[in-house]
């Protein structure tokens, strides 16, 4: 993590973070990312970049947000899939994703919220509660959306905090639906031209359909040469990368990640892996692994695995789509837009079989050995869901592994055990 740079300190300082909470985290993920980064061999060069960037999360990148609100820019932060990067880059606003991905201030979340809440939301407020986020800090707006029940009730709790704007998620894919989708993007649209004071245009929707599309096929890219044996980049790289699209610079990121991918073809071409041909290539479905959660990714390749593919929102579900770029009228983009974005998998949906599908296609397509399915305690979306994609996994051939867990690392050496016992059964 970076060091405590001066200007960087007052920097947090004036964003009213609580400094020694802040040293604390960022000296615990420093040590979760070196143990779990630093300490895979033969990683491609190309992940330097993911270094620099994971070693400056909370310096230099602030510092690029924090010099664009100065100039008038305004930053929306968000904690979903759902919410448009186009419609937000279009309207001249940044788009980040929060910090949702360690433990932090518990006992201040409980205090408002269950205990058995999900990691995910609890460290999202455990965030706001502690001061430790630069990221919410800079967002002007928050966004949320009405995914699942846990999620929906945090929000207006996060409401009293912060300026949060909630998008209404319908939960089933009809055509009644996709109207009333349109309408929340609509107004999403309008709630971003309000706080940037710029107004939406063809042309700038246009460029950031090409621009975010162009993310997407970089980490596309990526993903496509996982399939090859030997593995040319590690499970955990590559889902380190799709955690840093949600929040740095996107024409940046996307040059970074294509050289990147420039190299991984290379590496395939000439048979270069980071783990050997027979190590059990494993796909991983569930719950989204927001940033800096590499627990289960970590647990599986220090077991003797490889991790090929990522069927979650911090995976496919985020590059496997793309916006059409077709349309020459704001109508046709917004259409294109709530149509792309209505396609993404999510348990909330219900039925939900698109998840089935593209669990088994992936499995297949990247010749993985097993599945594991990963779910966050108490979240009862995934966990109902579990089933119906283990019956879909058995019946295409493949074993799958159940794994439910949380943020803490008290029970790794447990997890470490039975994807062991998995990976020797493969
Ligand atoms: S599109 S997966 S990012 S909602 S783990 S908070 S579902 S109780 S994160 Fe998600 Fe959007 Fe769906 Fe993706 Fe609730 Fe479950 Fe917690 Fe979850």
Redesign the pocket.
Known sequence: MSDAAPDYRQMWTDLGLDLPSHDALLGAVGQMYGDAYLTQENRPEGTGYLDFVLSEVHGLRIKELDDFRKDGGKVVGT????VPEEIVRAAGAWCVGLCAGAEFAYDQVEQIMPRN?????KSFMGFKLGKVCPYIQESDMVVG?T?????KKAYELLGELHNVHVMELPQLKRDKDMVLWRSEIVELMTKVEELTGKKVTVETLKTAIKEVNDKRRALQRIAATRASSPVPISGKDALLATQIAFYDDVPRFTQMMNVLADELEARVANGTGVAPANAKRILVTG??MAIPNWKLHDVIEKAGGVVVGEE??TGS?YYQDLVSEDATTLEQMLDDIAEKYLD?N???FTPNEGRTKDVVRMAKELGADGVIDY??N?????QMEASTVEKAVQEAGLPVLRIETDYSMEDVGQLSTRVEAFLEML
Do not use: Q, S
């Open positions: 904690f979903c899939l759902y809440t999900c990691a995910l939301i959306e995914t699942c029940d846990g999620k719950t989204p979650m929102c579900r993404i999510c348990a909330c779910t966050l108490f979240c009862g979306l995934y």
